[in-house]
């Protein structure tokens, strides 16, 4: 069964870093674009937060409110996205979700995702 697993997620003061993970089992990320997704705590709708296309010429996005501060990149050999975040801010706790599908596009829309992951939860606070 295809999967996406998160991981990374921690309690950081502002200005801190953290790099989330996410893992696909059962298939390859490399063909796929990936997009991370983040709920903010007292929110219904998850946010686009950075996407990447598939391998070859890829492409990446981020929102205004991380542009400069948060990175997506791949590791095509250990099948793993990364999101560096880096200059944290109050604004940015939240649950953090890895997200795919057949024809997900950059910037990432969530009503087109058909794969989530469980999440990975980020604290900023002093």
């Known amino acids: 069964q295809v999967q996406l697993v998160e991981s990374g997620g921690d309690s950081v003061q502002p200005g801190g870093s953290l790099r989330l993970s996410c893992f696909g089992t059962?298939?390859?990320?490399?063909?796929?674009?990936i997009a991370w997704f983040r709920q903010s705590p007292g929110k219904v709708r998850r946010e686009g937060v950075a996407c990447i296309t598939t391998i070859g010429d890829p492409q990446t996005t981020a929102a205004d409110s991380v542009k400069g501060r948060f990175t997506i990149y791949r590791d095509t050999q250990k099948n793993v996205v990364y999101l560096q975040m880096n200059a944290l801010e109050p604004e940015d706790p939240a649950v953090y979700y890895c997200?795919?599908?057949?024809?997900?596009?950059?910037?990432?829309?969530?009503?087109?995702?058909?794969?989530w992951g469980k999440g990975t939860s980020v604290t900023v606070s002093s």
């Open positions: 997200a795919t599908s057949s024809w997900l596009e950059c910037p990432p829309v969530s009503e087109t995702v058909t794969v």
């Open positions: 059962e298939f390859s990320l490399s063909y796929y674009t």
